[in-house]
């Protein structure tokens, strides 16, 4: 079992910052993919950042240059630093670790229980 916990959400203006954080534990592989997605109201969940144990990462178009996915040196944190926000960023954000070897995801897609963040104009 993998458990992740998101911290960091709330609310701010239009151009402001903010920085989640995802504690990744448990059985966890050294081959994996965390990532970060977002749920808006009524809306379906989307990706919006990966990082891969190999150190690659990869942005949504519309967050990239604004955004940025990162971890720790222990590789168990798991960061999504946040920048120039707009009220469309607005929803709660979740963070999500799978294995992953190569381009190939296998196994469970772990989900941790999402942080709101409240974007206002």
């Known amino acids: 079992q993998v458990r992740l916990v998101e911290s960091g959400g709330g609310s701010v203006q239009a151009g402001e910052s903010l920085s989640l954080a995802c504690v990744v534990s448990?059985?966890?592989?050294?081959?994996?993919?965390v990532g970060w997605y977002r749920q808006a109201p009524g809306k379906q969940r989307e990706w919006v950042a990966i990082?891969?144990?190999?150190?690659?990462?990869h942005y949504v178009d519309v967050v990239k240059g604004r955004f940025i996915i990162s971890r720790d040196s222990t590789r168990t944190t798991v960061y999504l630093q946040m920048n120039s926000l707009r009220p469309e960023d607005t929803g709660v954000y979740y963070c999500?670790?799978?294995?992953?070897?190569?381009?190939?995801?296998?196994?469970?897609?772990?989900w941790g229980q999402g942080t709101q963040v409240t974007v206002s104009s």
């Open positions: 999500s670790y799978r294995v992953r070897y190569g381009s190939v995801e296998v196994g469970n897609d772990y």
């Open positions: 990082d891969t144990t190999g150190g690659n990462t």
């Open positions: 448990g059985d966890i592989d050294a081959n994996n993919r």
